[in-house]
């Protein structure tokens, strides 16, 4: 297969599949080429897509490469009106989400703990849009269940995988941040 | 308008918890994290708990956990150092700081998530092909989790409510059952490997009953076993020939 | 709008689309921009896409314009679609599994008395995929056979055994709590 063949036949499976394909996957639908010339054909591919006057891109998320929209076209692809974007991450959602992804696989307990609140319902709304799963049990007392991030979690920030999850924050750092880091009181009496 | 209503208007910040709450005073008074003066956190703190209670807001339980905990820090805090003590004493301070800090990291990273879920929200994925295969709700199994499943059987559940006692049992086959399923299973195949013989085990007491079953039908001479040479690969074998040899 | 915008535009909407877009829904997303124009971006666009080595193409079908992959390519996606449909699973499917994961060992005509449908071609698919599998007969009449999940089925959900399959009891712990956690407030009383 020559070179420019590779490319296209990248292009109508990323297409076509809807979903993330990594090196492997696309190698076996391939049969077997080498993952080495797939990559090279990909980021050929991803340069082609870079060019001036492109509407979309193939960006590298939950694992594996995907073409996607540029956010530039972001306020024309809603005016289609059957795309509805998804309600933004509460507060809550937010700060729960990130206990689960620094900590997985994490207990509720635990997750209560850091936070200081009850959390079972926050829980609940991550799991139903898919952005958290139960992982499995801890063992020990009570067995309580374990969560953990999803691949529609690697998605909805764009993130190719966990370990492109920026470091949590030293605990000395955090200190030096504190003071003067939000406005004063909004007490407006 | 009543002026008197006016005056008392008060905007109260947001916030998720106890923890938030005590984060914001320490920001506002500009208090280093490590050496709270106890006295005066306290007081605020519950001055925002009257202030809640004056507008009829709920105080959720945990903002009271925490009036109780910062009361009994400061009571510590006002007590004489013992003398009798050798070692220097914890400063009764130490657990909350610990908590402050690590509930402000997640804080910031959650912060950090937000920014991205800003600028992803607005990349749109195509929805997987629209071509011929089977109908739309399908799952990718790479994506299920067992909030799919449990929500599915509750939805067979809400249909059919008579339905009682849907909870796990174990695999209760007994060794009879697994006797047949080896023998069976030599039937297509000359021979397999022991290890195989478990491959479907998902219990411990599944894999005892494989094993009791295994044993049996050696006793029976149903099966050989042989391994051709030393720590090689185990293999049962139909016993075709039913006189011991 | 530049002409290389509009053409980006319209190259993301027929991505996401799915459909064949006519002239006058283009027009009506882009809100009035000239049917004209956007014919002629969108032949821009065609040229652009009959370059060597691409997988897609910009067709004119059943009213419409629609982005659709070159025929040279169809081999490896009928490849792909194997792969894909041999990891999907319908939601009958799951309600089947889900029958046969907290009620195995299980027979055929119990799962179908609880479903209230014939499910034959639901519990081969399973079987086939290999997170069902046959774990014996039951003794008594027809001695009909018994139904059980697979080591696989663990992997896919992350579980060590079978006894980490949570309890509905749980399950209603974490789905049926208050509603999502508010914060402490943000009145203007």
Known sequence: ?189 | MDDSQTAYAVKLPAFEGPLDLLLHLIKKNEINIYDIPISLITGQYLEYLGLMTSLNLAVAGEFLVMAATLIHIKSKTLLPPSETDEEEEEDPRADLVMRLLEYQRFKDAAHGFESREQEWREVFYRPASHGTDGPTGEINLVDMSLFDLLEALRGVMDRTPTIQGLEIVVDELSVQDRMSLILDRLESEESITFTSLFDDDTTRLAMIVTFLALLELIRLKRVRIIQAELFGTIRVWKNTNLQPS
């Open chain 1, 1 to 189: 297969m020559e070179e420019h063949e590779l490319t296209a036949i990248l292009e109508a499976l990323l297409f076509i599949a809807g979903e993330p394909m990594s090196l492997d996957k696309l190698a076996e639908v391939l049969e077997g080429t080498d993952t080495g010339r797939i990559r090279e054909a990909l980021d050929r591919l991803r340069q082609n897509y870079d060019a001036a006057g492109r509407g979309l891109q193939i960006v590298e998320v939950a694992g594996g490469y995907q073409i996607a929209t540029r956010s530039e076209c972001a306020p024309w692809i809603k005016a289609l009106e059957k795309i509805k974007t998804a309600t933004r991450l509460s507060r809550s959602g937010l700060e729960t989400l990130a206990i689960v992804a620094y900590k997985q696989p994490v207990t509720r307990g635990e997750i209560e703990a850091i936070r200081g609140v009850d959390s079972a319902g926050v829980l609940k709304t991550l799991l139903e849009r898919r952005i958290v799963r139960i992982v499995g049990r801890r063992e020990g007392l009570g067995r309580p269940m374990l969560y953990g991030t999803t691949r529609e979690f690697l998605h909805y920030f764009g993130l190719k995988d966990l370990a492109e999850l920026p470091a949590l924050k030293e605990f000395k750092e955090v200190a030096e941040t504190l003071p003067e880091h939000e406005p004063a009181s909004e007490l407006t009496n």
